[in-house]
T-cell receptor
Framework: KQEVTQIPAALSVPEGENLVLNCSFT??????LQWFRQDPGKGLTSLLL?????REQTSGRLNASLDKSSGRSTLYIAASQPGDSATYLC????????????FGTGTSLTVIP | KAGVTQTPRYLIKTRGQQVTLSCSPI?????VSWYQQTPGQGLQFLFE???????NKGNFPGRFSGRQFSNSRSEMNVSTLELGDSALYLC????????????FGSGTRLTVV
């Protein structure tokens, strides 16, 4: 069974700082990996989707990388803003385990003005 | 393009009652998945439906059930509610092809008293 871990569980940074969130998974046989953002009490907003054949994806100030062989992904946020404060979740879709995504427990990010 | 719509947004029920939650996926998405999110357990997979058939099921008791209609709309039902069923219930839809990721709805907040 795929297990997904996110470290750190919480992170607090001053506005303008660049930061990296980490996601690790135990089984490298994946279709893809998706990063989400969740604001308190709300649903999940998709940020980036990386296919298993890709090394990275970029959207604005966000860059996600994937190293399938080592079971790791990182989400890089440049020039952080208070509006980036949220919980960030990564989800992995295994290649051989049905049609289910496995989620990490998330990193709670606070950007201090 | 309309997103994933979940109704109702909030529900308060009494122990022992039953509840039905609804999810309308993005037009063209035939795969619909349900997740339960609680502070202690994070996001846990309930089930996934495709073309009116349940394709995958998580580790939840039989009190949790679902169905999908011919227009891809899905409902989930929880019978004999328990206090521990209080959670945010999230629905996600996607194209049923290997490379596509999830789009989530805003969720239904269920409180059991």
């Amino acid at each position: 069974k795929q297990e997904v871990t996110q470290i750190p569980a919480a992170l607090s940074v001053p506005e303008g700082e660049n930061l990296v969130l980490n996601c690790s998974f135990t089984d490298s046989a994946i279709y893809n990996l998706q990063w989400f953002r969740q604001d308190p009490g709300k649903g999940l907003t998709s940020l980036l989707l990386i296919q298993s054949s890709q090394r990275e994806q970029t959207s604005g100030r966000l860059n996600a990388s994937l190293d399938k062989s080592s079971g790791r992904s990182t989400l890089y946020i440049a020039a952080s803003q208070p509006g980036d404060s949220a919980t960030y979740l990564c989800a992995v879709r295994p290649r051989f385990d049905g049609n289910q995504f496995y989620f990490g427990t998330g990193t709670s990010l606070t950007v201090i003005p | 393009k309309a997103g994933v719509t979940q109704t109702p947004r909030y529900l308060i029920k009494t122990r022992g009652q039953q509840v039905t939650l609804s999810c309308s996926p993005i037009s063209g998405h035939r795969s619909v998945s349900w997740y339960q999110q609680t502070p202690g357990q994070g996001l846990q997979f309930l089930f996934e439906y495709f073309s009116e058939t349940q394709r995958n099921k998580g580790n939840f008791p039989g009190r949790f059930s679902g169905r999908q209609f011919s227009n891809s709309r899905s409902e989930m039902n929880v019978s004999t509610l328990e206090l521990g069923d209080s959670a945010l219930y999230l629905c996600a839809s996607r194209y049923d092809q290997g490379g596509y990721g999830y789009t989530f709805g805003s969720g239904t907040r269920l409180t059991v008293v």
